[in-house]
Each structure stands twice: as C-alpha cells, then as structure tokens.
C-alpha cells in the first residue's frame, strides 16, 4: 500500500461535534421599518384625524388593493422616476406583470373606471402603504404612509379649494405651524406644451451651464428641472421662462378663483411658478404643503393637484379630477421637530393580581374590560406537572401592575376567593388617593367601584 502524500493527508484530530447551526436573524428589508408602540398609536390617531376631516366634507373611504396590474401605473406615470425607476415590480405565479402600488392616484382612477358612480363628483379619501424603490434616508422610506383624497368628475375651482383647505386644516389642526402652502397653475395641455417648448429651447440654449444631472433631468422631462436644488442650476432656472405667460384665459380664471377661494377662508398661500409635478396629466392647480422644520431633502409633506385624462389613460370616460396625498412619516417627523402632535397615552387603567390560581382573576379582568375598563392582568410563569399556569408570587405580581402604568390593581388571594370579593389598591397615589387606602369590595360592587377610582 503506498504511503499516505504528507502534503494532502487530512488532520487526525478527532472531528468536533457539529455545534448546531443557528437559524439566520432577520431584520425590516432596507427603507421599511417596524411602528411600536406609543408610535404606532400615534399613527393611528394621525390617520383617524384625517378621516374625521375628510368625512365632514362629505369624502367616503375608498380602500384599494396595495397592488394592481402595472399597466394601471404605467400607463399614467411614464414619465415619473417613481413609475419608471422606483417601482417594486413583479410577475405573479399566474405569470401576471403586477406591481405595489407607488401612490393610489391611480389605483383610484382605476376604481372609478371599474365601478363607474353614478353620483358625480365622487369625493373618497384613502389611506395605506406606498411602495418606492428609494434611497432610504431619513423621511425617506422604500414603504411610507399616505393618507389623501380625490374628487373625480367635477371641473369646480372650488374642489380645488376644498381640497387644500381641508389638507391646510388637517396639518394646524395637528399643530404645525411652520408651514408653507405653494400653489401654481400649469395650464392646459396644449398651454403647457408650447411652454415645455420654450423651456426646453431656453434650457437646451443654456445646457454647458446646467449640472450634469439636470442636463439628463432636459432629455427626459423639461419641467423637471425646475425643481433642481443644486445651487449651479440656480441662475438658469431664475432667468427660465414662466408658465404663467402661457397661461389662456380659462387657466388664468381657474387660478384665480382658488386664491380668491383660499384667500376668502383665510388661508395665506404663497404663488410659485417653479412649482411643477412631473406627471403628464396635471393640469391648471397645482400645489404643495411645505414645512420649514425639517431639512429642504424631505421638507414636503404632501402635495397635489388637478389632473385629466387619469381616467380616460385607464379606459374611462374623459373625467376631471383633484386631489392631494399627504405623506404621515413626515408630517409625523414635522410634529416631532415643532413638538406637536404627542403619541396619545396607553397607560391600561387597571391590572389583576391573582395568586389563587383560579378562574376568579379572569372572570374579574373581563368584566371590567366589559365596562370599558383597560384592564390586564398577570400570566403564569410556569406550568404546574399538570399543565396548568402557575401564579407568580404577590410581588412579582404587584411589579408588573406597577409596571403597567395602570391606575389601580384589583388583588384576589385566598381570602377574596372565599369572601366573592376583591381588594382594590391605587397605584398611582395622588394627593387625594392616599386618602383612599386600599379596601375590599364585594364582587358585584366591584366594576362600580374601579370606575370611581378611575374617576369615571
Ligand atoms: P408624492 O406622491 O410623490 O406627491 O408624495 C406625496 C407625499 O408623500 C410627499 O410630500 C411626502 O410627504 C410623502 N413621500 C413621498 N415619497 C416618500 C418616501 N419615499 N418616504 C416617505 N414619504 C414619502
């Protein structure tokens, strides 16, 4: 037998047992993030504030799905980075092009077309996910929150008004204050166009000055330029031609009745030629809330304005449309930075501690949660040899309730357990709860009494 080669023999050492591998972690995909509490509480109230708003002007909740056909995108934003570059895409394993949605304009039309009101306008509201492939960065997320609305089928200046009014309120009423409402008109179509004409020719003649991003920016959408913040594009977008000079007379009427419109109900709003939105189908009003507290990358909360064609691009009839979208990240990043809007309280208003081990706790814990009463209470430890919970002892008890930030602990021993009664103890002693010391009530005198303590 020939002797072993030194140089590819394998280690004698005995093999180690294979430690077991451990399972991979995970963490949110990159631009997505997890909303704890209080946070997510605070959203929720976010969300409920808009939907009070919209239903007082008689907008209805419209929810659609977070994804659709990617034609029903493609076909109204060909010329947005968000349709174009940013879309999460997919094929379904019915080998169906979909996408996530990447803002709900559209899915909106599309919902309008499919069902088609029969009462015009159709005023909804809406709120929920959008999907962008970003670049994550502080309220900048690759999932985010909108809430907003739509009217469809109306050419009323004044739905434009109703619109940013209602969005303007919505944003005070939260306690924003360092907030700017831009507004612009874009025109018709056909104004529009002779203008990107003129703007493309006057950008076109001013390309060697221009940063090479915004020299891309021309190729793809004129307009676009405008809203370039790097300071070498400056000049040129200062001296460009203004679409207002293109405007005709129906344009220029619309326009004036929403600042006449705004004006009348007291809102100061700032006009702002530079303010163009990319879509191909905005037309006349245009618009946008911008806040002052947070930096300029991310310092707008939400924006909008009229469109056309939306629902026809979608199979509908020719249909006028407005509306807004409001991002809630950011407005809830502006509340933070102007420290308005807190994360409303969730402290639970009682807590059962049960040492008997018995149903008794439970029972108790659900009628006060019957009466309205926040209540929770301790869970076993442990498991007993026979399967069933085993309760903690008193003062582990009595740490979680305090804890809990509940208000008063509902305590049940033996003695409670025979009595049918239980103890009552404030937890948070305020000046005229030390007088009121502990005291054990009667089982069917005890929701009563927990209400009273709470001040209810
Ligand atoms: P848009 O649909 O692009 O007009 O955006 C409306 C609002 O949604 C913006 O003003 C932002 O407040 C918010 N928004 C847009 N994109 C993002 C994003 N990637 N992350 C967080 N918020 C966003």
């Known amino acids: 037998m020939p002797e072993p080669d030194p140089s590819t023999a394998q280690p004698t050492e005995p093999a180690q047992p294979a430690r077991p591998a451990r399972p991979e972690r995970f963490t949110a995909p990159i631009g997505t993030r997890d909303v704890l509490s209080p946070e997510s509480e605070r959203r929720r109230a976010l969300v409920q504030r808009f939907a009070d708003a919209a239903e007082l002007a008689g907008y209805r909740h419209l929810a659609t799905p977070m994804f659709e056909d990617l034609g029903v995108f493609t076909r109204v934003g060909a010329s947005t980075d968000v349709v174009t570059k940013e879309m999460y895409e997919f094929t379904d394993k019915g080998g169906r092009a979909m996408a996530l949605r990447p803002e709900l304009t559209a899915s909106v039309c599309r919902a309008f077309t499919e069902h088609r009101p029969a009462v015009l306008p159709w005023k909804v509201w809406y709120s929920g996910p959008q999907f962008r492939y970003e670049k ?25 008004t109703e619109a940013i009014a209602l969005a303007w309120r919505f944003f005070r009423g939260l306690g924003l204050r360092r907030l700017r409402l831009l507004v612009n008109s874009l025109g018709e179509a ?56 293109f405007l005709g007379l129906a344009s220029v009427t619309h326009f004036e009745r929403v600042l006449a419109g705004l004006d009348a109900l007291g809102i100061e709003a700032e006009v702002s030629p530079k303010l163009v939105r990319g879509l191909d ?27 056309d064609g939306l629902v026809e691009a979608l199979g509908g009839p020719p249909t006028a449309g407005v509306g807004f979208a409001i991002g809630v990240d950011r407005t809830l990043l502006a509340c933070d930075a ?42 076993a430890g442990e498991l007993t040899e026979a399967g069933l919970g085993r309760p903690r002892s008193m003062k582990a008890q009595m740490k979680a309730a305090d804890r809990s930030g509940a208000q008063v602990a509902v305590l049940i021993g033996p003695d409670e357990l025979e009595a049918g009664a239980a103890t009552l103890r404030p937890l948070r002693g305020g000046p005229d709860r030390s007088e009121t010391p502990q005291r054990q009530v009667p089982l069917d005198q005890l929701v009563a009494a927990v209400l009273a303590e709470l001040g209810r």
């Open 136 to 160: 994550p960065q502080k309220g900048r997320y690759r999932q985010f929150d909108q809430v907003g609305l739509e009217t469809l089928g109306s050419e009323d200046p004044d739905l434009d």
């Open 338 to 379: 102007e420290g308005v809007f807190d994360a409303p309280t969730t402290a639970l208003d009682c807590f059962v501690v049960d040492t008997t081990g018995s149903l008794y706790g439970f029972e108790i814990a659900e009628a006060l949660r019957r009466a309205g009463v926040a209540t929770d209470r301790s869970w």
């Open 281 to 307: 189908y905005y037309r006349r009003t245009t618009f946008e809330f911008a806040t002052e507290a947070l930096d300029s990358s991310q310092n707008a909360l939400g924006g909008g304005g009229r469109y």
């Open 190 to 245: 056909a104004e529009r166009a002779a203008y990107v004409d003129a703007l493309a020719a006057y950008l076109s003649n001013h390309l060697g000055d221009l940063s090479e991003q915004a020299a891309t920016t021309l190729q793809r959408n004129p307009l676009r330029v405008l809203d370039s913040k790097r300071s070498e594009d400056q000049p040129i977008i200062a001296g460009a031609p203004q679409l207002s000079s």
